[in-house]
């Protein structure tokens, strides 16, 4: 069975430091990826995702993944984190189908605190 | 840019009573899910919808919960019964035909009492 791990709960880092929020995954195929950001009391907007090609990925808000196969990792990174970043990361893996309808497996969330 | 919506936002209900959560897909999606997350807890995958049937669903959906597509543009959940441990978010979310990237919507918050 498929399964995400994000071992940081609570990451707290100071404005304009950089940043780094960890995924492990587990999953028996090629994996699709995905970071979504969740703001308190919204919905989840997805940040970016990994599906092939480059294992370094782009996404909105200045916010890069990589993926690393040899360590079953895709761990999120910002060079520079404002105040607005402040919210809870969720980091997921699905099933590459090329289209389908399979649910996607969520880690527990980190949640991060920015210091002015 | 078309997104997912969701109404209610919120839903206050009685033990035992029935509820229905309604999603408004993205139009040209032809993939459906639906997602709890208890709070303080992780993203829980319930159900995923296609070609008006259920393609895959978790352990959590048992009989107690149903989905359906009434028309062209709703896609609903209902729980029959609510217990005190389906107070939850309630996240719809869709994917269209050649892309595994699912668009989600703001959530029902529902509380049972």
């Known amino acids: 069975a498929q399964s995400v791990t994000q071992p940081d709960i609570h990451i707290t880092v100071s404005e304009g430091a950089s940043l780094e929020l960890r995924c492990n995954y587990s999953?028996?195929?090629?994996?699709?990826l995905f970071w979504y950001v969740q703001s308190p009391g919204q919905g989840l907007q997805l940040l970016l995702k990994y599906f092939s090609g480059d294992t370094l990925v782009q996404g909105i808000k200045g916010f890069e993944a990589e993926f690393k196969r040899s360590q079953s990792s895709f761990n999120l990174r910002k060079p520079s984190v404002h105040w607005s970043d402040a919210a809870e990361y969720f980091c997921?893996?699905?099933?590459?189908?090329?289209?389908?309808?399979?649910?996607?497996?969520f880690g527990k969330g980190t949640h991060l605190i920015i210091q002015p | 840019e078309p997104e997912v919506t969701q109404t209610p936002s919120h839903q206050v209900t009685q033990m035992g009573q029935e509820v229905i959560l309604r999603c408004v897909p993205i139009?040209?999606?032809?993939?459906f899910y639906w997602y709890r997350q208890i709070l303080g807890q992780k993203v829980e995958f319930l159900v995923s919808?296609?070609?008006?049937?259920?393609?895959?669903k978790s352990e959590i959906f048992d009989d107690q919960f149903s989905v359906e597509r009434p028309d062209g543009s709703n896609f609903t959940l209902k729980i029959r019964s609510t217990k005190l441990e389906d107070s939850a978010m309630y996240f719809c979310?869709?994917?269209?035909?050649?892309?595994?990237?699912?668009?989600f919507g703001p959530g029902t918050r529902l509380t049972v009492l």
């Open positions: 139009s040209n999606h032809l993939y």
């Open positions: 979310a869709s994917n269209g035909q050649y892309t595994d990237t699912q668009y």
């Open positions: 997921a893996v699905g099933a590459v189908t090329g289209g389908g309808a399979d649910g996607l497996t």
């Open positions: 919808f296609y070609n008006n049937e259920i393609s895959e």
């Open positions: 999953y028996g195929a090629t994996p699709y």
